[in-house]
């Protein structure tokens, strides 16, 4: 999908929608797709993490994040936007586009107004916290700043001098404390997406009824979005109509069983049947007719030869031959094309150099693909480590030596093999056939 979704070319910065069916393969395909589209922005919104109607809110990572998706659709750019979400996520409604447009921005060298940062925090969603390790918290510490945006990866110190002018802005690990990397400024966006989300809103015992979004200025994913061309997974359809049957059921269980005020209409907080059909009257299913799956060369009785015999027949064949993989991956298949024989792969810089390759060609490029493909019209075979592998190899950490050196994957006749430096099989690298 994420291959089938790169072919996308538009003369403007259009949005390309791609609905998929779970929230997990959204997260897959946008991680695939984002390394191969590198002239546009790739986007993922999420949905809440809380079920309908449950007494837990949604937690301030992924509403943040939501907001800073919703912000960036709010702001036209110069860039062609991928935004790839599921049913789950596009069915919600969206808070009002002021207060999407919240920012407070800070720089290294500025002056710091500590009231009007604590207003924004607060009436944002932010959690104050002695100690800041979770999405969208923040700490007032004298001479220090700890803010956590929950839609960064990592949290930030902001050093103050004695006027309170910031001296620097650094990420922070906020188990080891260790300071990261230094950046000039920073900008906040809001953590929930509704104002009246207090602290009490993280104790289950003082929770309402989850999300409380003002009906009356609440938007819609659609209301961000200008002519996109929307396409979809294979079950779509499917799941919006489980997601309507969840939201009913979930409303008439909590109305039956409530204590005190009413939860809110389902309306109110998701798209109606009525209003999913208008938004998308124009989509049409992502189409990967004439694309076929590549062997799984792990499974063969002698992978090494089957691999070397596959790349032999489809070059002949005039196809071109696009191996992928991360750049700890690439290391090992090199060794492996080394190893059989196989001409060096001509390395490319990025998804879209493959139209430069020429009949015959073997490449390798960057991409976070689990499944290849072969596509028989452009006369193109990708293929990737689970396929050569039978799964994806673990990156090593970079903190790390190991003293026995990197492990070697073997693939010459299907039987178990040790590291060359002498590691027992099993040991530290997980057992593997191929180790």
Known sequence: MAAGLAELTTKRPQTVVFIATSERRADEIATALSPMVTDAEVLVLPPWDCLPYDRAAPSRESMGRRMAVLAVLNEAGTRPVFLVASPDAIVQRTPSRERIKARFSVAAGEALDREALESFLTDTGYAADERVD?????????????????????????????????????????????????????????????????????????????????????????????????????GVEDRFERIRAHVAEAYDTRLRFSEGARPPKPDSLYLTEKDVGQALKGAKPLSVEGWAATPAFALEKSPGRALKQFIAERREAGDRIVLTGLPHEHRIILRLLRRHGIDAPVVLESWRAIGTLQHGQIALVTADLDTGFRQSAAGLVVLTPSDIFGGRIARGS?????????????????????????RPEGVGAGRSRWC
């Open 134 to 234: 979770e999405p969208g918290e923040y700490a007032l510490l004298g001479a220090v700043v700890d803010v956590s945006p929950p839609a960064s990866a990592t949290p930030y110190r902001i050093a103050l001098d004695e006027a309170d002018r910031i001296i620097e802005i650094h990420a922070f690990d906020p188990v080891s404390q260790r300071r990261g990397a230094e950046i000039e400024t920073i900008c906040l966006t809001p953590a929930a997406e509704w104002s009246d989300r207090s602290p009490e809103d993280d104790d289950a015992d003082d929770q309402g009824t989850g999300p409380s979004i003002d009906a009356e200025t609440s938007t819609t994913l659609f209301d961000f979005l200008v002519k996109p061309m929307i396409l979809t997974d294979v």
């Open 398 to 422: 970079g903190d790390t030596i190991d003293a026995f050196g990197e492990t070697e994957l073997r693939l010459d006749d299907g039987h178990p093999r040790r590291p060359r430096y002498g």
